[in-house]
C-alpha cells in the first residue's frame, strides 16, 4: 500500500498532533526539502516522506539507492530547547529505528557507529542527520530503510544490503512508517532530557561490534585498527588500541570488521 498521510495519521493515533506529515511523489531529496522548510519557520514534528527520490544522499555525500514501493525514504525536523547539545543524535535516533522495527516484524536489529542499521550483518537501512543552519538546536533527521532490495540497486551494494521484506512478500509501508515515527518520538523526548546518555545503554544492546576487532577507515588518513569498546555518554566511539582507549567523534569515517 503506498504512503499516505490519513493511513499514517490514523495509525499514530493521539500522537498524529505531534506531526505534520507531507507525502512527495517524488523529490530530489527529502533532507533537502525539509532544510529548506525548518528554515523557512516549519514547526518540530515535520515529516517529509517521498514515494521517490532523485538524489537520495547517506553519510559522506554517498548515493541512497531507492526505488518507488521498495524503499521507505522520509525525513524528520525536530526543534529541541535551545541549550540542547546534539551530541550523540544519530546514534539515539538509531535505538528509535531498531526499536519500531522489532514492532513490525523485522526481527532484531543491529546498530553499527554512527549510522547504520544492520540485520544478519547487512545495511538495512541509514540515517544522516544535519542541523539546521542558524538554529543548532534544530535538527533534520532522514532516514531510509529497505522495505525490499530496489531492482536496480547495483550488484556490489546488493551484496552487503538487506530488507525488511523478500521480493514478493507484502507489507504496508504506512505501519512502518507509523511504529517508526512513534519510537522516535518517545526516543527524543527521552534524548531532549537526558541527552543520549540516557540511551546510551539501549545502543550498547544492539551495538554490533562490541569487544570486536575493527578497521576505521577515511578518506584522509591511513587505516586504524584496534578492539571497539563502545561508545561514550556523548556518542563518540571507544577505540581500544594498544591498551589506550580512544574517542572517536568524527563520523567521515568507514568502520569495518578487521
Known amino acids: 500500500m503506498p504512503a499516505s498521510t490519513a493511513a499514517i495519521s490514523d495509525k499514530l493515533g493521539i500522537a498524529a498532533r505531534r506531526f505534520d506529515i507531507d507525502v512527495l511523489a517524488s523529490c530530489d531529496s527529502t533532507n533537502a526539502v525539509l532544510l529548506s522548510r525548518a528554515e523557512a519557520g516549519a514547526p518540530s514534528g515535520t515529516v517529509i516522506i517521498a514515494e521517490e527520490q532523485t538524489a537520495g544522499r547517506g553519510r559522506r555525500g554517498r548515493q541512497w539507492f531507492a526505488s518507488p514501493g521498495d524503499s521507505l525514504t522520509f525525513s524528520l525536523l525536530w526543534r529541541f530547547a535551545p541549550d540542547t547539545a546534539p551530541a550523540g543524535l544519530s546514534l539515539a535516533v538509531g535505538v528509535g529505528v531498531a526499536n519500531a522495527l522489532l514492532k513490525v516484524g523485522a526481527g532484531n536489529t543491529a546498530l553499527k557507529w554512527p549510522n547504520d542499521i544492520l540485520k544478519d550483518g547487512r545495511k538495512l537501512g541509514g540515517i544522516l542527520v544535519e542541523l539546521v543552519p ?59 532530557t537526558g541527552g543520549f546518555a540516557a540511551i546510551r545503554p539501549e545502543w550498547m544492546a544492539h551495538h554490533a561490534f562490541q569487544d570486536a576487532a575493527i578497521s576505521l577507515l577515511s578518506d584522509f588518513s591511513a587505516p586504524r585498527t584496534g578492539i571497539c569498546r563502545g561508545v561514550g555518554s556523548d556518542g563518540a566511539l571507544l577505540l581500544e588500541v594498544d591498551g589506550r582507549v580512544e574517542r572517536i567523534l568524527s563520523g567521515e569515517i568507514s568502520l569495518r570488521p578487521a
Do not use: K
Open 134 to 192: 542558524g538554529a543548532p538546536h534544530a535538527a533534520v533527521i532522514g532516514i531510509g530503510i529497505n522495505l525490499r532490495l530496489p531492482a536496480g540497486m547495483p550488484e556490489d551494494v546488493r551484496a552487503t544490503s538487506t530488507a525488511i521484506c523478500a521480493a514478493n512478500d507484502v507489507m504496508d509501508q504506512n505501519d512502518v512508517y507509523a511504529a517508526v515515527l512513534l519510537e522516535l518520538l518517545a526516543t527524543l523526548e527521552s534524548f531532549a
